[in-house]
């Protein structure tokens, strides 16, 4: 997987370029699970704009466990993810679930998002493969490094060269305390493994909003090239994932602390 040079994955947006990969500014993408309606991804997008972050996130088809929890507002949500890259300038990132919404999704998204879920679609790796824009490839929660390298190379083999890899967290046997375990050794052993960038998800890696902080941090300290947080303007009332999701003022908060040096050593 790894041949020289590491990747650069450089992603046009309205504010200018942005480049993923080791070497370069560590790339902040947040907003919230769920596109829910027009003031909140506005406010959401203002708000971490103005933390520093490059990226806006925002569900518009969602991947739940339960075919009766809210699935997301589909194509009316990319209209607002639209109106929020207008209003801000940053780029966006929604995940595709089925091939069939891709060319919709590609006209507002800068950067694709395949979940955990579909990790090993092969199918639709294929076809993101065969498409120009970057692909942000989540890990699968039960997938080793080695499926999901092979993940990656279905994207790259079908001639799309621009793939980011997030670790979101694993499977491990707590699910009291923690929603998943967040691999943060994926950082170091996929530096050794490949030249693609790597992106940290702490919040679903964790769940819990309280412990994205700590785990942002050391993602950083590790060598993340990128972070994924979720951020919504009132996690109580979220209509996904609002437990792991910071306000914009504790989002405003992390930002802070991330660009004041970590570790002196
Ligand atoms: C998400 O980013 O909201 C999401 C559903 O992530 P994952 O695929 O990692 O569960
Ligand atoms: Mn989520």
């Known amino acids: 997987y790894r041949h020289g040079e590491p990747s650069e994955v450089v992603v046009?947006?309205?504010?200018?370029?942005?480049?993923?990969?080791?070497?370069?500014?560590?790339?902040?993408?947040?907003?919230?699970?769920?596109?829910?309606?027009?003031?909140?991804?506005?406010?959401?997008?203002?708000?971490?704009?103005?933390?520093?972050?490059k990226f806006l996130r925002g569900g518009a088809y969602k991947p739940r466990t339960s075919p009766y929890a809210f699935q997301g507002h589909g194509e009316s949500a990319l209209e607002l993810l639209a109106a929020a890259k207008a209003a801000t300038g940053l780029g966006i990132i929604t995940e595709v679930m089925d091939a069939a919404d891709l060319d919709k999704i590609a006209e507002v998204a800068d950067v694709l998002q395949i979940g955990a879920r579909n990790m090993q679609n092969f199918s639709l790796?294929?076809?993101?493969?065969?498409?120009?824009?970057?692909?942000?490839?989540?890990?699968?929660?039960?997938?080793?490094?080695?499926?999901?390298?092979?993940?990656?190379?279905?994207?790259?083999?079908?001639?799309?060269p621009n793939v980011i890899l997030c670790e979101r967290g694993i499977r491990t046997f707590d699910r009291e305390y923690t929603r998943n375990t967040l691999d943060l050794a994926a950082i170091p052993v996929l530096r050794k493994l490949t030249h693609l960038p790597i992106m940290i998800d702490p919040s679903h890696g964790t769940g819990w909003a309280e412990f994205v902080p700590a785990m942002a941090k050391a993602a950083v300290a590790a060598g993340a090239d990128a972070l994924m947080i979720e951020v919504h303007p009132n996690p109580a009332k979220a209509l996904s994932d609002g437990a792991q999701s910071l306000t914009p003022d504790q989002f405003d908060e992390l930002m802070q602390t991330l660009q004041r040096p970590l570790v002196s050593l």
Not at 33 to 38: I, T, Y
Not at 137 to 150: C, N, P, Q, V
Request: hydrophobic letters at 45%; one cysteine or more; a negative charge.
């Open 12 to 53: 046009p947006t309205p504010n200018g370029e942005v480049i993923f990969g080791e070497g370069h500014d560590v790339v902040v993408v947040a907003g919230p699970c769920s596109v829910e309606n027009e003031t909140m991804i506005i406010e959401t997008a203002q708000r971490v704009k103005a933390a520093g972050a």
């Open 125 to 160: 790796l294929k076809r993101v493969g065969a498409q120009p824009k970057p692909v942000l490839l989540k890990r699968g929660m039960s997938a080793t490094i080695e499926e999901w390298l092979m993940a990656a190379e279905y994207i790259l083999a079908a001639g799309n």
